[in-house]
C-alpha cells in the first residue's frame, strides 16, 4: 500500500509540482496551502509523513509541528524552507520537525529524505527501483528525457546536442520542473556567481536552449516569470 502523505505549501506552482512528482513517486498526496488546512486534514486523516512549507499564511509550518508535537502526534515531518541560517534550522528541529530540505530543491532529494524518515520510523518503505523507472538514473520532464551521466538530452525521440553550460542549466531546470527558479539561485548553481541584476549572461543561454528545444507547433518548455527568474513546464 502507497504510504499516505500530507503536503502543505501555499506557492500553487510548487505545491502542484511536488504533488504530481510524489504521486509519480508512489505516495497517496493529499495537498493543501496553509497550515490550517493541514492540521484539519492531519486530524481527519492522519498521514504516514508529512511535508511542511514553513512560511505560509496563518498558521505557518513551525506552528503546525508544534500543535502536532503537543498532542503527542510522532509523525516524521520534512520541513521545505527558504531560511538557510542555522538558527532557522534550530527553531524548526526544536519546534518538532525530523528534517529540513532548503529551497529550491531537487526532488530526488526529497525522496531520499522521506525514504530515510520513514525507514527511521519504522513504516514500510516502498523501493523506488520496484517501481518502473527511467533508465540508468536519467530524468524526464515536460517531454524532456535527460541522461545527466553521458550528458545527453532528448526531446520526445529526438536527441539535442547541447553545450557544458547549456546541459548544466537545462538540468538544473528539469530537476526542479514547475518551479520558479530565480536568477541568484541559477547563477550560483551554474556559474557559482551572481553576475547581479544588469548581466544578460542567463537571458542569453536561455536563448540558446530555447532555439534547441522549442518545435514548430509544440508547447515551449522554457518560461519567464518576470523579475524572479525561469521555469520548466509544458503549458
Given amino acids: 500500500m502507497p504510504q499516505n502523505l500530507l503536503l502543505a505549501e501555499d506557492d500553487r506552482a510548487i505545491r502542484h509540482a511536488l504533488e504530481r512528482a510524489l504521486t509519480l513517486e508512489g505516495y497517496a498526496v493529499t495537498a ?4 490550517v488546512e493541514a492540521l484539519a486534514q492531519a486530524h ?20 503546525v509541528c508544534r500543535v502536532l508535537r503537543a498532542e503527542g502526534n510522532r509523525t516524521p515531518i520534512l520541513m521545505l524552507t527558504a531560511l538557510v541560517e ?15 530540505v532548503v529551497k529550491p530543491f531537487d526532488v ?12 527511521r520510523t519504522g513504516a514500510p518503505v516502498d523501493v523506488p527501483s520496484e517501481r518502473p523507472r527511467m533508465p540508468d538514473g ?8 535527460i541522461d545527466p551521466q553521458a550528458r545527453r538530452v532528448w526531446r520526445g525521440p529526438h536527441e539535442v546536442e547541447l553545450t557544458r553550460t547549456e546541459f548544466d542549466l537545462l538540468e538544473l531546470l528539469v ?3 514547475g518551479i520558479v527558479l530565480d536568477h541568484t539561485t541559477i547563477y550560483d548553481r551554474i556559474w557559482g556567481y551572481d553576475f547581479g541584476p544588469g548581466s544578460k549572461n542567463l537571458a542569453v543561454y536561455v536563448g540558446y536552449l530555447r532555439r534547441k528545444l ?20 509544458e503549458d
Avoid at 32 to 35: F, I, Q
Avoid at 44 to 61: E, F, H, K, Y
Avoid at 138 to 145: D, T
Avoid at 217 to 233: E, Q
Wanted: proline content about 6%; cysteine-free.
Fill in 175 to 177: 530537476r526542479n520542473a
Fill in 108 to 119: 530526488e532529494e526529497v525522496f531520499a529524505r522521506l525514504r530515510a524518515l520513514l525507514r
Fill in 86 to 100: 542555522t538558527a532557522d534550522r534550530i527553531a524548526g528541529l526544536d519546534a518538532g520537525a525530523d528534517d529540513y
Fill in 44 to 63: 481527519r486523516t492522519p498521514p504516514d509523513v508529512l511535508v511542511l512549507d514553513v512560511m505560509m499564511p496563518g498558521i505557518d509550518g513551525l506552528q
Fill in 214 to 233: 522549442d518545435e514548430p507547433g509544440a508547447p515551449s518548455l522554457i518560461h519567464t516569470v518576470r523579475g524572479v527568474g525561469y521555469v520548466l513546464r
Fill in 32 to 35: 493543501v496551502a496553509d497550515g
Fill in 138 to 145: 536519467q530524468i524526464a520532464a515536460a517531454g524532456l528525457r
